[in-house]
């Protein structure tokens, strides 16, 4: 009778995990139907061009794979070059191009693999994102979150060959591990962040909030292991540095090469930043996008700071890990694509699932998303992501 009913409750127990995240699977698919259609669409019209010939838009989904895509696929076949002064691939973390290297050794096209990967990443990133949201807020909350982050204006990146979705499930599911103290797994997952991208460094921040929180109740054997999850992603990003000194003689090389792109990070860069996008307004309205967004970033840290959420540790470090996602791209001279970095700013959901509460609110505020999804995916070919 008991070996009968084991098999039954595992059944029930899978169902039921299925039906509660059955929104996520949902939004998922329609927020990437959403982004792939309209890829398609600019395929079988030919427009628009913006900075890609015919030629590159022949493929049905080639606008996801252009722009910095293009530079992880040289990655994944190739290796590194350095040229210094000039545009190179080692402005371009590693991880997610192995793994695009390992789904496309299946079989399946380059450009295939890398849209199958991101998008399945993306799956699982919003899975574990709500998890995540969990631990913290109420249920409705987080599934709230998760479902904007799904439809979020700018996440048609998360679709294009680019490591944004690696990463956003990387930082969910380290803090994830962390808060059940699982800080073997945490170390693991940190690193890899850190080697998809370099915000990835910033979940020292997170961690060791989790950790200093934790640490009367561990263990000495679990403090020890504490202590590394929080180092493990600047160690990675260390890694890196070291391995670009050994196999191309300069460990700086993956920020000189910013230069190339007009990125140089210094003392006044916020400064650089906000002069440009002003004196730059009548010659580049792009710049607009970016700052608009970074405005928005921010607004959205503010309302999940005022937040009644059951941070993990103390509420600033993830404020401030918030931040820094956000604003310290600026003091690289420019705003250019902080309408993309600031995706990996976990607080942001949160924050939007908070002020959409009210269920006229969160209905229009869907709305608008998946129309700015649409209309921000038709301009991938005008303008980088």
């Known amino acids: 009778m008991s070996q009968a009913v084991e ?10 995990w299925l039906a509660e995240r059955r929104p996520i699977f949902i939004w998922w698919v329609g927020a990437r139907a959403l982004v792939l259609g309209t890829a398609f669409v600019i395929h079988a019209i030919g427009r628009p061009y913006g900075y890609y010939s015919h030629a590159v838009l022949a493929k049905p989904f080639a606008a996801l794979a252009v722009w910095d895509g293009i530079w992880y696929r040289r990655v994944a076949v190739h290796g590194y070059l350095f040229v210094p002064g000039h545009q190179s691939d080692t402005a371009f973390f590693p991880l997610y191009p192995v793994l695009l290297r390992i789904v496309h050794l299946t079989g399946l096209p380059l450009d295939a693999a890398g849209l199958l990967l991101s998008n399945l990443l993306l799956l699982a990133a919003l899975l574990v994102l709500y998890e995540l949201g969990l631990a ?7 599934r709230r979150a998760v479902i904007f982050a799904a439809v979020f204006p700018t996440s048609y990146v998360f679709s294009m060959i680019y490591p944004e979705s690696l990463v956003l499930g990387c930082m969910a599911l380290a803090t994830l591990l962390a808060v059940r103290d699982r800080w073997l797994g945490c170390s693991l997952v940190a690193a890899a962040a850190a080697l998809a991208r370099p915000e990835g460094a910033l979940l020292v921040l997170p ?34 540095m070291l391995y670009l000194g050994w196999a191309v003689n300069d460990p700086f090389a993956w920020n000189e090469t910013q230069q190339a792109w007009g990125r140089s990070f210094n003392a006044t860069g916020l400064f650089l930043s906000i002069r440009r996008l002003f004196t730059g307004l009548g010659k580049n309205h792009w710049g607009l ?30 404020i401030v890990f918030g931040l820094a996602i956000v604003l310290l791209p600026l003091a690289s001279g420019s705003m250019e694509s902080d309408a993309r ?35 921000a995916t038709a301009t991938i070919p005008l303008i980088f992501p």
Request: aromatic share 10%; net charge positive; with cysteine.
């Open 341 to 375: 970095f600031g995706l990996l700013a976990l607080p942001i959901y949160w924050g939007l699932a908070v002020a959409a509460r009210r269920r006229w609110l969160e209905r229009g505020l869907l709305v608008l998303s998946a129309v700015l999804l649409i209309g």
């Open 136 to 142: 913290l807020l109420p249920a409705a909350d987080a």
């Open 207 to 240: 961690l060791a909030a989790i950790a200093v929180d934790r640490w009367r109740t561990l263990s000495p054997e679990a403090r020890g292991r504490a202590v590394a999850a929080v180092l493990a992603a600047p160690a990675a990003l260390l890694s890196f």
């Open 7 to 16: 098999p039954a409750t595992r059944t029930l127990g899978w169902s039921s």
């Open 289 to 318: 996008r970016d700052a608009l967004f970074c405005v928005l970033f921010l607004v959205l840290l503010a309302v999940a700071a005022r937040a009644k959420i059951a941070w993990p540790g103390r509420r600033w470090p993830w």
